[in-house]
């Protein structure tokens, strides 16, 4: 196990045994109106969302260090690598994750996890769902 810089392990350990709710935060949320719609992909969707949150965050896309995605279904053809290419990330790292139905939640605690570690400053926890 590594620590951060001026990090005992000692202090490590309190984290993992304590949780990281002083380690993160999070800056900026968003969401898509839920309902029917047929006019917009997957990608449309998660686009918007992601617009979105970074408008809210108040940041700019290229502040964003790495991302997670949760989606569930495998016959969507979603994988990190295209939500990178989607959301135009530039080669940062992306993730995909899959739960079942805590998908979105499993995205969400690896990015919390990879800030909280000191991996990253500022990453995207998202999930996306599209119902044919």
């Known amino acids: 196990m590594?620590?951060?810089e001026g990090e005992t392990l000692k202090e490590v350990i309190k984290m993992v045994r304590h949780g990281?709710?002083?380690k993160v935060a999070i800056i900026g949320c968003d969401?898509?109106?839920y309902g029917e719609r047929w006019d917009k992909s997957q990608y449309d969707?998660?686009?918007e969302a992601f617009q979105s949150a970074i408008k809210d965050?108040?940041?700019?896309?290229?502040e964003v260090d790495a991302s997670w995605i949760g989606i569930?279904?495998?016959f969507t053809g979603l994988s990190g690598a295209m939500v990178e290419d989607i959301l135009k990330l530039d080669g940062k790292p992306a993730t995909r994750v899959e739960n079942?139905?805590?998908s979105g939640m499993d995205a969400f605690r690896n990015a919390c996890f990879a800030v909280a570690s000191g991996a990253y400053d500022v990453v995207l926890a998202c999930g996306v769902e599209k119902q044919y």
């Open 2 to 4: 590594s620590t951060r």
């Open 20 to 22: 990281i709710k002083d």
């Open 31 to 33: 969401m898509t109106k």
């Open 45 to 47: 969707l998660l686009f």
């Open 57 to 62: 965050a108040g940041i700019k896309k290229d």
């Open 72 to 74: 569930f279904y495998y």
């Open 100 to 102: 079942y139905c805590a």
